[in-house]
């Protein structure tokens, strides 16, 4: 078992029980003891401190919602220094307006990342060659329309000099071949060809190559010559970092009563039936919107429905 591996595994026993409150002389391993210092010499006081001073300083690279949910699990912070981990979770899940099975699968994203960080395994925020990323995202779905529709807007920031292009990537049951994308504006396309059965990769050439720091705008839309082309869910899983995602959905005269909520999901609970998410209303107009930020890349972020 790798090093990354072993402080998952010891990061997970800790946050049982009391968390930090408990016997952490017994409870902490000795690869966490190593990730923060922890001598021999060093009684439960003291053990106690380092732990939670270097996890503290690992859940501040976090996005804001993984940072509150460590400090509940091991309960760092007054507030969060309840006796269970269960009750931990709760005050977890009201502090984020969360249901508390999402915040117990945010506790092993979460320590998955934190042992990433303290093994020095991962860089949070960068992806590699660190190129670019996203400001912000804004896609509209429209399904009252013959032919459903996506338009995708997004505004990219170079986190190098000279680029040139970006890739991109979308998923649809029925592939590429009955799918029209225009881009509108910001750059050229390229088409990557699949990338799976049902991922299609296309690239954005820009109009000009950008500068670190500098950002550009692109709009891309898709068209889809049915409904029956779409799975039920419109989800964004970036693959770089991601700031900011607006997401709003029309539905056409067959509409669902409600949608679930996808943030910070795994990928394979965009279409688990046993997902549970956050329920919200579709208005009466048969809309429905939905913002979401600091996307953690490789996570699932949006709505899913069932079909009338």
């Known amino acids: 078992m790798s090093g990354q591996a072993e402080l998952v595994q010891e990061l997970k026993s800790l946050r049982k029980g009391r968390g930090l409150l408990g016997n952490v ?57 309840q006796p269970l981990y269960q009750d931990r979770v709760k005050w977890a ?22 042992a990433e960080l303290a093994t020095g395994t991962t860089a949070l925020h960068q992806h590699p060659g660190g190129r670019w990323h996203t400001a912000s995202l804004a896609v509209a779905l429209v399904l009252d329309q013959p032919r459903p529709t996506v338009l995708e807007q997004r505004r990219i920031v170079a986190d190098g000099d000279d680029l040139r292009s970006v890739d991109l990537a979308v998923s649809l049951p029925s592939g590429r071949s009955d799918l029209t994308v225009t881009v509108l504006y910001g750059g050229d396309l ?8 049902d991922r299609w990769g296309y690239g954005l050439e820009l109009r000009r190559p950008l500068s670190t720091g ?20 419109m989800a964004s899983v970036p693959r770089q970092p991601c700031d900011e ?23 394979r609970d965009v279409a688990d039936p046993g997902y549970r998410g956050r329920l919200v209303p579709v208005e009466p107009a048969g809309e429905v919107h939905r913002r979401f930020s600091h996307l953690t890349p490789g996570m699932a972020y949006g709505m899913r429905w069932e079909r009338p």
């Open 25 to 81: 002389e017994d409870r902490v391993g000795p690869v966490l003891r190593s990730a923060c210092a922890v001598s021999e010499e060093d009684g439960m006081v003291a053990v106690r401190r380092k732990v939670a001073s270097r996890l503290t300083e690992l859940a501040g690279q976090l996005p804001e919602d993984l940072r509150v949910v460590v400090l509940a699990a091991f309960a760092i912070g007054a507030e969060a220094r």
């Open 190 to 197: 390229v088409d990557r060809g699949m990338e799976a059965s």
């Open 245 to 267: 995602f607006d997401l709003r959905i029309r539905f056409g005269e067959e509409r669902p009563s409600e949608v679930c909520v996808l943030d910070g999901a795994f990928q």
């Open 93 to 114: 899940a009201e502090k984020l307006d969360r249901d508390p099975r999402t915040v117990r699968r945010r506790a092993d994203q979460a320590i998955d990342l934190l």
């Open 214 to 233: 500098e950002s550009c705008e692109l709009a891309v839309l898709f068209q889809l010559p049915s409904a029956a082309a779409l799975r039920p869910h």
